[in-house]
């Protein structure tokens, strides 16, 4: 099964409120990613773990937390919703670093 | 940015026609990874090309890849209408992973 869920597929939320996306895969990936993508731009990595280290760009360092409490489950956290970050998130997994990344379907968040 | 100008954002064309998808990319990468989104799903890889291949095909696909000039390009052969999708480029780096802006392709029956 090369399949990456997430949950939920949609989500609203009310600015100043915190956000909670889950990802989850079955095929023992060691590496968990999550992009935010906006319409006509390109996905844009937000963070990573490799196994159960943490990897966050050094520009959205302060906007997103994450947590993998096993292999098969990440979680991406937003404390407190602004509307710049309704958009579509999508979660992908792969073997390693270098190796073809899996994609969910996305969650895409609409911040009100 | 990891990326240089895209040629296209956009491509309408007719079926059986070919077309040529390019990217360019600012900084050393071992692979460039190409993928396709459908509507309502995430990415998807089609063609996955090494830095040590100049060229690598997969039935109608055929990526190239130039170091040199930092370039890479996908072609799809006789386009049908279910190649209708989004298509990124995509490089992956030390603890990175870069997509390029992405063309959406539209092919008409």
């Given at each position: 099964d090369t399949t990456v869920k997430q949950n939920p597929r949609y989500k609203l939320a009310r600015v100043g409120k915190p956000v909670n996306l889950i990802c989850s895969q079955t095929m023992n990936h060691d590496t968990?990613?999550?992009?935010?993508?906006?319409?006509?731009?390109?996905?844009?990595?937000?963070?990573f773990y490799y196994d159960k280290i943490l990897n966050r760009e050094a520009d959205t360092f302060e906007k997103f937390q994450s947590s993998r409490p096993n292999n098969s489950f990440c979680s991406l956290y937003i404390?407190?919703?602004?509307?710049?970050?309704?958009?579509?998130?999508?979660?992908?997994?792969?073997?390693?670093?270098y190796a073809e990344q899996f994609f969910g379907p996305g969650t895409r968040l609409t911040v009100l | 940015s990891q990326w240089g100008e895209e040629n296209l954002q956009a491509l309408s064309i007719q079926e059986g026609e070919d077309v040529t998808m390019n990217c360019s990319y600012k900084t050393y990468t071992t692979v460039v990874h190409w993928y396709r989104q459908d509507s309502g799903r995430g990415p998807a890889l089609i063609i996955l090309i090494r830095s040590n291949e100049r060229e690598k095909r997969s039935g109608r696909l055929r990526a190239t890849l130039d170091t040199s000039s930092q370039s890479s390009s996908l072609s799809i052969t006789a386009a049908q209408c279910e190649d209708t999708a989004v298509y990124f480029c995509a490089t992956t780096g030390y603890q990175n992973f870069y997509f390029g802006k992405g063309t959406s392709l539209t092919v008409i029956p």
């Open positions: 968990m990613y999550w992009y935010q993508k906006k319409p006509n731009q390109a996905p844009k990595l937000l963070l404390g407190s919703a602004g509307l710049e970050y309704s958009a579509m998130y999508l979660c992908a997994s792969s073997r390693h670093n | -």
